[in-house]
């Protein structure tokens, strides 16, 4: 079998940062996603050592028809980074949408679950591995810029990603969420007032988180880093 780190909203921003170093760093990766185009571009960019599927975390059917994927083609999965996210620009609790609520919450939280109960079955039978969830300050420090329903997924990440590492350190496997304030992705277009492409360069960059998920993955198999919570230095309010 053939040891892979397999990142969930791979084809864009962060998902698409980490797949690039992690094989720049010698790993085959294989990202997943919604959106198949997105998906073979950034694989054909990175090329052999990068493989693609579609994937929509929303359905639960979705994510076992990867897992099969996953085994017909023998991959040993041995990290998991979970980049998936989604925000909408009438964020606040007034003028929320149902609907886009609950499309929030099943793409940020439900699906992260669901992700992450199905992976770690695959970890259990190969002797543990690393989980890693992007998380966002907005589940350290509620604003109004995060929006009501995005805050609390966030902020129910950290909770999800204490659980694991209670549950199932004894089987080998960790948890860690990174949980940065503003990066310069797509995500930002949903604002209802978007970024300039001056204040966009201030922020963290997909790359500098891209770097933590490597760190994180790469430390001694007794390390658990569970939270990593960061800011750019125009935006140190949000710690």
């Known amino acids: 079998m053939e040891d892979i780190t397999l990142i969930v909203g791979g084809g864009s921003g962060i998902g698409k940062a980490c797949a690039i170093k992690f094989c720049e760093n010698g790993h085959k990766v294989v990202i997943a996603g919604r959106n198949k185009e997105r998906l073979e571009e950034v694989s054909k960019e990175i090329g052999e050592k990068c493989s693609c599927t579609v994937m929509d ?20 999965v041995k990290v998991l980074i979970n980049s998936a996210g989604i925000n909408t620009p009438n964020r606040d609790i ?17 699906g992260a679950i669901n992700v992450s109960r199905a992976i770690i079955n695959e970890l259990r039978k190969s002797g543990g591995g690393t989980i890693i969830h992007i998380g966002s300050s907005a589940g350290v420090r509620t604003s109004t810029l995060s929006g009501v329903a995005y805050s609390a997924t966030k ?35 949903t604002r209802s007032k978007v970024p300039s492409e001056k204040e966009r360069k201030k922020v963290l960059q997909p790359d500098t988180i891209a770097d933590i998920a490597l760190f994180i993955a790469t430390q001694p198999k007794n390390v658990v880093m569970e939270q990593v919570v960061l800011t750019s230095s125009s935006e140190a309010e949000f710690l």
């Open 57 to 76: 975390i929303r359905s639960s059917e979705s994510i076992e028809n990867m897992v099969k994927y996953i085994k017909e083609n023998n991959y040993d």
């Open 94 to 110: 007034e003028n929320m949408d149902a609907k886009k609520t609950e499309e929030i919450i099943s793409t940020n939280l439900t």
């Open 155 to 189: 902020k129910a990440l950290f909770s999800l990603v204490r659980s694991i590492n209670l549950e199932e350190a004894k089987n080998g496997i960790r948890a860690s969420i990174i949980a940065p304030a503003t990066v310069n992705t797509e995500l930002l277009l």
